[in-house]
């Protein structure tokens, strides 16, 4: 059912940007929409941004009005736009594909971009 490909994390400085992006391929059905998670060490996996097919977006409350998610359709790529960094932010950032079977709704994950916010 394809495969997702994150690229853009990086060492930043607090303040600093980032833009990840999460290349979708070899996609069979159609997606409900994508979305970003993070995973800082020691912590539960959470969620941080999403957009669905319609273009509706949600964010985590603590990074509203820092992150933006977008995304290019002919690429199948989603974006996410990280500015005002805080070291809160690190963590590993997974992208997630949630795609439309006939046997249901199937998540698809990228294997992680490290992301380092230093003090």
């Known amino acids: 059912q394809g495969q997702l490909v994150e690229s853009g994390g990086g060492l930043v400085q607090t303040g600093g940007s980032l833009r990840l992006s999460c290349a979708a391929s070899?996609?069979?059905?159609?997606?409900?929409?994508m979305g970003w998670f993070r995973q800082a060490p020691g912590k539960e996996r959470e969620f941080v941004a999403d957009?669905?097919?319609?273009?509706?977006?949600n964010y985590l409350d603590s990074v509203k009005g820092r992150f933006t998610i977008s995304r290019d359709e002919a690429k199948s790529t989603v974006y996410l736009q990280m500015n005002m960094l805080k070291p809160e932010d690190t963590g590993v950032y997974y992208c997630?594909?949630?795609?439309?079977?006939?046997?249901?709704?199937?998540?698809?994950w990228g294997q992680g971009t490290p992301v380092t916010v230093s003090s």
């Open positions: 957009i669905s097919r319609d273009g509706s977006t």
């Open positions: 997630r594909d949630r795609l439309a079977t006939l046997q249901g709704t199937l998540e698809v």
């Open positions: 070899g996609r069979t059905v159609s997606s409900y929409g």
